[in-house]
């Protein structure tokens, strides 16, 4: 039988790139080389979410992307945690990207 978690590390790793592959990156103003892939968490279900996210980290993803209208912030949180609390990732390593939508701004 096929779990939620199971599906959850399948897409993690079909996802992922192949050990040794370059990723491209991009340099930002600290000269941190920002890679340009990254695991998106949109419309990813409740409850496998977190998983994704512990199985891409741990298949060398750095790059994590992210959006409060995704609505999974405090599993997405709970899951770079407990990978960085393993001591394999810090979080200067980790990208966490997110979206500011326009009517969240003030002028």
Known sequence: ????ATKATTVAMALSPPLGVNVKTA????????????????????KVVGQAVSDALDAG????DCA????????????????????????????VTSKLWNDRRRP
């Open 1 to 4: 039988a096929t779990t939620k």
């Open 61 to 64: 993803y750095t790059h994590i």
């Open 27 to 46: 340099k930002l103003n600290t000269g941190a080389a920002m890679p340009l892939l990254g695991l998106g968490t949109w419309c990813a279900a409740p």
């Open 68 to 95: 409060s209208a995704y609505a999974n912030e405090a599993e997405v949180g709970d899951a770079l945690k407990a990978s960085m609390a393993k001591g394999t990732l810090t979080r200067e390593q980790l990208f």
